[in-house]
């Protein structure tokens, strides 16, 4: 958990700066700093996504975690969490939904959150976290000089989601192999392309609503040899 807990504290001191420096630049610096996120949010997906070695479980686990995700209305309850965060701060700040969600996204859908969790749960090996706090800390300075103080209060959820797969994969050892780790990675690809339409104002998809295709596909993949076997 020591890697989790120093990306932590990276992202919540990158934040604070970042919402320091936010009254600082000028709409027109603040809107390009966006869209080029989105765009390097956007490669990184595309990235990611082609690491699935078949697009089969990429498919069934999208269709199968969105229905899931849409029925538990995922999204609406992490803008619930957020929305009660923003009343107990008593926050004005209108992209305090946005800054939260994209955030938690960029900070935990990205290959090296789950190949450094595991890593750090498998191995006791935290280094991949650490490289992963560096940029995060860069990471977080930028959104949060963007979308403002929701980017600092993502902390919570990437402390619980990110210690939750270190926790797991101290656990259950056997279930993280190569194939199951790729087909993660590939689904958390797709979930960060939505999430670069959605900074780029292309279109607006319900991408929290997609996290359940995560754990989908790394069911289907470690059960599919099975199957075979059966």
Not at 107 to 115: D, E, L, N, P, Y
């Amino acid at each position: 958990m020591q890697g989790t807990l120093v990306n932590t504290v990276s992202v919540i001191v990158g934040s604070l700066v970042g919402v320091f420096l936010r009254g600082r630049f000028p709409e027109r610096v603040k809107g390009i700093v966006f869209q080029g996120i989105g765009l390097v949010t956007l490669f990184i997906g595309f990235q990611m996504a082609s690491k699935t070695s078949n697009l089969i479980i990429l498919f069934f686990s999208m269709l199968i975690g969105a229905i899931i995700g849409e029925t538990l209305n995922i999204e609406g309850h992490i803008e619930g969490f957020g929305n009660f965060v923003k009343s107990k701060i008593s926050s004005r700040e209108d992209k305090f939904i946005d800054g939260f969600i994209t955030a938690f996204l960029v900070f935990c859908m990205g290959s090296m959150t789950i190949v450094g969790s595991i890593e750090d749960g498998l191995n006791g090996n935290p280094s991949i976290l650490y490289a992963k706090s560096m940029l995060d800390g860069f990471a977080s300075l930028s959104l949060a000089s963007a979308l403002g103080l929701g980017v600092l209060f993502s902390a919570i959820p990437l402390l619980l989601y990110q210690g939750g797969i270190t926790l797991l994969a101290s656990l259950s050892k056997a279930f993280f192999t190569e194939a199951v780790i790729n087909e993660l990675s590939a689904s958390g690809g797709i979930i960060l392309i939505g999430l670069g339409i959605n900074l780029l104002e292309i279109r607006k998809i319900r991408v929290a609503n997609l996290l359940p295709s995560l754990a989908i596909s790394a069911a289907i993949t470690y059960l599919l040899p099975y199957m075979h076997i059966i």
